[in-house]
């Protein structure tokens, strides 16, 4: 599972006033992913808390939650139906853009966090986990079904994340280098031979058909035009000092640019639809687990909370 997402981390909540919901404060330690439900950023991390912002992450308020342990991923698939996965197996709901959340499912005796979500529509979702978990629905989640007979995955290798590639179907990818395949919205799998034996943290999908990158442990990054039928590594720069760092999330901008972020406060910015990359380090060098655009730049969460950056990925843009 990913490095940053394995660490356990606290968020500092300070009361509010009446019915209103509390101010919240990701003050000094981690955040585990970030997604948007239309102008709204949802942040999800530690303790089962999940976090609001309704002004580009300048100020965050709690939201109404069963707790619980960690959050690993959220999801929206429009601006007021998401989910967010995390330990135990659990599965959070919410129908009114982030604003409070229901549980939906949970198997404690399993001993297998979700880590990665992805749905079709409001009905039609998957979720992936530790060794080998895969889930199904067809009804928002009021039922979820374990499917993972449908992976070729002896091993129960686990499966780190979840996401749909342009004009081609979905990937998932985890653990000593697994990647999985469907052309028919994950109702059978292709297991694939990638090019690395590592596990892999994330996959994001480019502007164009067929083509993704697929990312993880020491800074490995590969580009496929073919659905994953072969791969190309990605070009970095610093030959004389290769990325070493974990790559844990990734974003498209809307100009069709592509962010990736890291350990160590590693952030790479692609112009070229994936084929070579930039690259900076924040001056914090505090680990970054997720990424998501912001109408003017960047935000970023991990160790010490939400970041506002620029597209750079260094300093915050000027308002």
Known sequence: MGAV??????????????????????????????????ARQVAVGDRGQILLSDDQGRHWQAARTPGGPLLTAVYFVDDRHGWAVGH????????????????QFQD??????????WFADPDHGLAVGAYG??????????????????????????LNAITAVRGAGLMIVGEQGVMFRSADAGQTWQR???PYSG???????????????????RGHLYRSSDFGASWQACA?????????????????????????????G???????????????????????????????GLLLVGQGGAHRAANSGLEEPQP
């Open 5 to 38: 997402r394995a660490v356990a981390c606290g968020l500092l909540l300070a009361a509010g006033a009446g019915t209103q919901a509390a101010e919240a404060r990701p003050a000094a330690l981690l955040l585990t992913d970030v997604g948007s439900a239309g």
């Open 88 to 103: 135990d197996a659990r599965i959070l709901a919410s129908a009114d853009g982030g604003a409070s959340w229901t549980l």
């Open 108 to 117: 404690p005796g399993r001993q297998a966090p979700l880590l990665g979500l």
């Open 133 to 158: 978990l895969l889930l199904a629905t067809d009804d928002g989640g009021a039922h979820w079904q374990d499917v993972s007979a449908r992976l070729d995955n002896p091993e129960q290798l686990h």
């Open 192 to 194: 694939l031979q990638g």
């Open 199 to 217: 596990s892999w943290f994330g996959a994001i999908a480019t502007g164009q058909a067929s083509t993704l990158l697929v990312y993880g442990l």
């Open 236 to 264: 970095l720069p610093g030959d004389t000092a290769p990325l070493d760092a974990g790559l844990a999330g990734a974003t498209r901008l809307p100009d069709g640019s592509l962010v990736l972020v890291g350990s160590g």
């Open 266 to 296: 590693a952030v790479l910015r692609s112009l070229d639809d994936g084929r070579s990359f930039s690259r900076v380090q924040r001056p914090d060098r505090r680990d970054l687990a997720a990424v998501v655009a912001l109408p003017e």
